[in-house]
């Protein structure tokens, strides 16, 4: 299986420090979309950030930005100036051009006012 | 604006009982996705559709069957639930287009007992 591993269970942060959540992940193919997504506790999954692997500039929204290398097939996500509504469930997901979506086991993020 | 709807929200199961979990997408959609969310676990693929009439086996699909109705209703069915199948199961579409985000229903939290 072509795996995406985050390798942080849980992760915490002081309101407005940044923090930076891992993510890295396996594949064969040369192209291909990498995801932020956001799950809060209302178990909604919104998208957070996407990464084309042939773009080489990270993406950026607003305050999340990626840190993509893809040598290393690492893909991190950093939020800065973090707010209480970022606390939640975070995960990374990889699409292939088999159009199949994986997901890793995703990295509980606490917002310590 | 619907998006994603699933159906039911909850269900209990007694071990060896059936049950169909039903999708359906108002987004014109053609891929479609049924996860389920363990913790610890994260997202893990069951089935998908990349369009309508193809159905393909993701990382765990023993013990459930799918079913693409049209483009847009995509069933998940549980023929004979064991305990190791509680979990909450997510479906989710996405359009045709390379690096299209995917649209998440608000998941069904099922229990075998």
């Known amino acids: 299986a072509q795996t995406v591993t985050q390798s942080q269970p849980e992760m915490s942060v002081q309101e407005a420090e940044t923090v930076t959540l891992s993510c890295t992940y396996d594949?064969?193919?040369?192209?291909?979309?990498l995801f932020w997504y956001k799950q809060p506790p209302s178990r909604q999954m919104i998208l957070v950030i996407r990464?084309?692997?042939?773009?080489?500039q990270n993406a950026t929204e607003n305050r999340f930005s990626v840190n993509f290398q893809k040598a290393a097939k690492s893909f991190s996500l950093k939020i800065s100036d973090s707010q209480l509504g970022d606390a939640a469930m975070y995960f990374c997901?990889?699409?292939?051009?088999?159009?199949?979506?994986?997901f890793g086991t995703g990295t509980s993020l606490t917002v310590i006012p | 604006n619907a998006g994603v709807t699933q159906t039911p929200k909850f269900q209990v199961l007694k071990t060896g009982q059936s049950m169909t979990l039903q999708c359906a997408q108002d987004?014109?959609?053609?891929?479609m996705y049924w996860y389920r969310q363990d913790p610890g676990m994260g997202l893990r693929l069951i089935y998908y559709?990349?369009?309508?009439?193809?159905?393909d086996k993701g990382e765990v699909p023993n013990g459930y069957n799918v079913s693409r109705l049209n483009k847009r209703e995509f069933s998940l069915r549980l023929e004979s639930a064991a305990p190791s199948q509680t979990s909450v199961y997510f479906c989710?579409?996405?359009?045709?287009?390379?690096?299209?985000?995917?649209?998440f229903g608000q998941g069904t939290r099922l229990t075998v007992v």
């Open positions: 989710a579409s996405r359009s045709m287009g390379w690096g299209t985000e995917a649209f």
């Open positions: 594949t064969s193919e040369s192209d291909y979309y």
């Open positions: 990464q084309e692997a042939y773009k080489q």
């Open positions: 997901a990889r699409c292939n051009t088999g159009n199949q979506f994986y």
């Open positions: 987004m014109n959609h053609n891929s």
């Open positions: 559709s990349a369009s309508e009439g193809t159905t």
